[in-house]
């Protein structure tokens, strides 16, 4: 099952992938495995993402399926999870 920081972190980071990408819509590159024009239209359709403003408004609308953005929902679980405390150590 999805949680909302799940499919929030899916749509930025899938966003991030798309642009990413743009700089191989143009030019001669040996890297570019997917034909230009399908870049050039997800590029296209990345105009009509939401943002990151949009996705918070949205959690704020339907917590149960959204997280807010700038929540830590852009790293990955391995990112969240916090060293644990070494006993005796003063912090």
């Known amino acids: ?4 920081e799940e499919r929030t ?3 930025i ?15 001669k590159s040996e890297h570019v ?3 230009r024009e399908a870049l ?3 590029l296209g359709w990345l105009r009509h993402y939401p943002m990151a403003v949009e996705l918070t408004m949205t959690a704020e609308a ?5 997280a807010p953005a700038g929540n830590d929902c852009h790293k990955t679980p391995n990112d969240r999870i916090q ?7 003063l912090e």
Not at 1 to 4: A, D, G, L, R, V
Not at 62 to 66: D, F
């Open 62 to 66: 339907a917590p149960h399926l959204w």
């Open 40 to 42: 050039r239209r997800l």
């Open 9 to 11: 972190r899916a749509v």
């Open 1 to 4: 099952m999805t949680i909302p």
């Open 83 to 89: 060293p644990p405390a070494v006993a005796g150590r």
């Open 33 to 35: 495995r997917v034909p």
């Open 13 to 27: 980071e899938l966003a991030r992938e798309i642009q990413a990408l743009a700089p191989y819509t143009h030019g």
